[in-house]
């Protein structure tokens, strides 16, 4: 086990050398947010609690938004997580599988995330939605 320090150390320094997570995309498309552990590490490294598993190589890590990295740690880690991140989990992976935009220029189908940066990219605008909107959404 090792110390909380050592943990904040390995962010500091995926900060300083790869740039904030917000200045990459996430794997889904949207804009990331935070450096995810991919749980690949060897050995894999936990506080002094036993929880927040890491690594001190670099390369095991993601640039992911909030909701993918909730997601990708219920599904990786799951003695760590509680009911309510469980539930909270399963309920955006139905939205996040359920939602899709498709882009009135030129037909391009995505999730929301997808299709904010494609648009951007591409300078297109006009979205539609191509399923309803779960309830009160």
């Not at 399963?90 to 939602?99: F, V, Y």
Request: net charge positive; proline share 7%.
């Amino acid at each position: 086990m090792i110390h909380m320090s050592s943990y904040n150390e390995i962010h500091k320094r995926l900060r300083r050398l790869r740039g904030p997570a917000h200045e990459h995309t996430c794997p889904c498309g949207s804009p990331a947010a935070e450096w995810a552990y991919q749980f690949t590490g060897n050995p894999e490294l936990r506080d002094t609690e036993g929880r927040l598993p890491h690594s001190t190589n670099l390369d095991d890590y993601a640039a992911m938004c909030r909701s993918c990295h909730i997601l990708f740690d219920v599904e990786n880690d799951p003695e760590r997580v509680t009911e309510k991140m469980r539930e909270s989990g399963r309920r955006l992976s139905e939205l996040m599988s359920k939602r899709r935009r498709r882009c009135l220029q030129c037909g391009l189908v995505g999730a929301p995330g997808a299709m904010g940066n494609h648009q951007r990219h591409y300078r297109h605008t006009g979205l539609e939605d191509t399923h309803p909107q779960p309830d009160g959404q």
